[in-house]
C-alpha cells in the first residue's frame, strides 16, 4: 500500500475503507532502515497521523523495528502506547462512525483486554474516557470516509 509512503494520508484512507489489505507484505525494495518483510507500516512509519490510522485499521506492530533510528519519536511512542490494544475497536477516536458500525455488527468485543485496566484498556473503557472529555459529548469523531 504505497499510499503510506510520503503520508498520503487521505488515499490511505480510501484505500483501507475500501478493504485494502493493511499487513500486505511489499515485495518491493524496502524503504531505508527496513530490513526483509516490509508493510504499509514500515512504508508510513515517518508520519504519526499515517501510523496511527495503519494500527487503527490492524496494522501488525511487529513489523516495525523498534529500534530503527529513522522512525521519529512520536511514531515508536505510539506504537509502544497501543501495543496492548487488541482490536481495531481501540482505535475508536480515529474510525469513521460506518467503520465502527460495520465491527460492532460483525461482533467485534467491546470487553476486549490484553492485561490489566490499567496497561491495556477495553474499548468500552476508552470510548467511556473519551466521552468524559470535556466537549466530547454527543459527538463522534471518526477518520472520514467509509
Given at each position: 500500500m504505497f499510499?503510506?509512503?510520503?503520508?498520503?494520508?487521505?488515499?490511505?484512507?480510501?484505500?483501507?475503507?475500501?478493504g485494502a489489505e493493511v499487513n500486505h507484505v511489499s515485495s518491493n525494495v524496502p524503504p531505508p532502515g527496513n530490513s526483509g518483510e516490509v508493510t504499509a507500516l514500515g512504508w508510513g512509519c515517518l508520519n504519526l497521523e499515517m501510523v496511527?490510522?495503519?494500527?487503527?485499521?490492524?496494522a501488525r506492530r511487529e513489523m516495525l523495528d523498534p529500534l530503527d533510528p529513522e522512525v521519529p519519536?512520536?511514531?515508536?511512542?505510539?506504537?509502544?502506547?497501543?501495543?496492548?490494544?487488541?482490536?481495531?475497536?481501540?482505535?475508536?477516536?480515529l474510525?469513521?462512525?460506518?467503520?465502527?458500525?460495520?465491527?460492532?455488527v460483525g461482533g467485534a468485543d467491546v470487553q476486549a483486554s490484553e492485561g490489566s485496566s490499567d496497561d491495556a484498556p477495553s474499548p468500552l473503557g476508552l470510548a467511556r474516557a473519551a466521552r468524559a472529555q470535556?466537549?466530547?459529548?454527543?459527538?463522534?469523531?471518526?477518520?472520514?470516509?467509509?
Amino acid at each position: 500500500m504505497f499510499a503510506s509512503d510520503g503520508g498520503y494520508l487521505d488515499n490511505a484512507r480510501l484505500l483501507l475503507v475500501a478493504g485494502a489489505e493493511v499487513n500486505h507484505v511489499s515485495s518491493n525494495v524496502p524503504p531505508p532502515g527496513n530490513s526483509g518483510e516490509v508493510t504499509a507500516l514500515g512504508w508510513g512509519c515517518l508520519n504519526l497521523e499515517m501510523v496511527q490510522l495503519l494500527c487503527a485499521y490492524g496494522a501488525r506492530r511487529e513489523m516495525l523495528d523498534p529500534l530503527d533510528p529513522e522512525v521519529p519519536a512520536d511514531c515508536h511512542a505510539r506504537v509502544l502506547e497501543t501495543s496492548r490494544w487488541s482490536t481495531q475497536l481501540h482505535h475508536l477516536e480515529l474510525l469513521a462512525p460506518a467503520r465502527v458500525r460495520q465491527l460492532l455488527v460483525g461482533g467485534a468485543d467491546v470487553q476486549a483486554s490484553e492485561g490489566s485496566s490499567d496497561d491495556a484498556p477495553s474499548p468500552l473503557g476508552l470510548a467511556r474516557a473519551a466521552r468524559a472529555q470535556p466537549g466530547a459529548r454527543g459527538r463522534c469523531s471518526g477518520g472520514g470516509g467509509g
